[in-house]
């Protein structure tokens, strides 16, 4: 009687823990919450089965497949908070992706747009430069 008493008691409290929204399903969709409220009606079950008389080993094993129940809920909503996470974080580094791209497009542009400015100002003279260019490569020839 005292191990069910134990057992019974540790599974109260970490459900109690759960659901005071410490570390399970505070933000996880409506199933987390549904699988929380069959497992506060199992647990009630159980306590409805001990107090009419089961067998400990009975209870027993009842608690045991109630607090592994409960582990695989935490896990799930800790795997599910953890799998949120990291899809933010994608979403925050793809954006930033697309911001540095556009910024790289825009510099090329501006540059691009510079350079070509340039080049029209001063096409006339590139003509002027050549000319003196070969001008001087004559006379260090002749």
Partial sequence: MHFRFQALLGFLLV??????GGGCASGQPAQT????????KA???VQQADMAGASPEQI??????????????????????ATAAEALSLANAAREQILFRQAVAYSTAVGAGFASAL?????????EFAHRL????????G
């Fill in 15 to 20: 459900l109690g823990f759960c659901f005071s």
């Fill in 33 to 40: 919450s549904d699988a929380q409220s069959q497992l506060a």
């Fill in 43 to 45: 647990f009630v079950l």
């Fill in 60 to 81: 027993a094993e009842l608690a045991n497949n109630l607090n592994l129940a409960l582990r695989y809920a935490n896990e799930s909503a800790s795997l599910s908070t």
């Fill in 119 to 127: 080049l029209v100002t001063v096409f006339h003279r590139i003509g």
């Fill in 134 to 141: 070969r001008l001087r490569s004559r006379q260090l020839d």
